[in-house]
């Protein structure tokens, strides 16, 4: 395989997954719901374990934006199709990290959560061949963890807020990109 043709395999990823914008839209919803669970009267344990729940909607919700988009989910003749399920599982190996602070330290859990997803992106931008998830990997870490110094624990709920209105730039960002990509791409 040459450099052309990976170049052209990630291009290729990119156009017909629309660059993820299902996952990323999808995931901004779920981070505004994240940020209504916050501002609830509950202890920071109890909003914990509710964000968990409340993220369990992030697959049936990205993929009904896959159908309303028309976004490929599984394109087999591509080869690096495996390659974005694998990127996806890494986050897996950031949640004993989470689960602590859950136990050790539940007020931050938000933030923990914000900067273990929004670091999660990094890889997506050589996958997608945008540098654009690269950035704001940078800007949803580098946020969180100074809103998470900034703030009281009593408006922690701005952090998913933070995280929601970043993913859904990102996600416009991604479509403009996207376009850009299929408009230049030889038929």
Not at 50 to 62: K, Q, R, S, V
Not at 65 to 72: A, N, Q
Not at 108 to 122: C, D, K, L, N, R
Request: proline share 4%; net charge positive; aromatic share 20%.
């Amino acid at each position: 395989m040459t450099l052309e043709n990976l170049t052209e395999l990630r291009i290729d990823f990119s156009v017909k997954s629309k660059n993820g914008i299902d996952f990323t839209l999808a995931a901004g919803i779920v981070w505004i719901l994240i940020s209504w669970i916050w501002t609830l009267n509950f202890k920071s344990y109890d909003k914990s374990v509710f964000t968990f729940i409340i993220g369990a909607l992030m697959m049936p919700l990205a993929f009904f934006l896959s159908k309303l988009f028309k976004t490929t989910w599984t394109n087999r003749e591509n080869p690096l199709q495996a390659l974005g399920l694998w990127l996806n599982f890494s986050q897996l190996f950031y949640f004993p990290f989470l689960i602590f602070s859950l136990i050790k330290f539940p007020d931050y859990f938000v933030m923990v959560y914000v900067i273990i997803t929004g670091a999660h992106f990094f890889p997506y931008a050589w996958f997608y061949k945008t540098n654009l998830y690269a950035v704001f990997a940078g800007i949803i870490s580098v946020g969180a963890m100074t809103l998470g110094l900034i703030l009281p624990i009593e408006k922690m709920y701005f952090l998913p807020l933070f995280m929601s209105v970043c993913l859904i730039t990102l996600t416009i960002l991604l479509f403009i990109n996207c376009t850009r990509k299929k408009v230049s791409r030889p038929e």
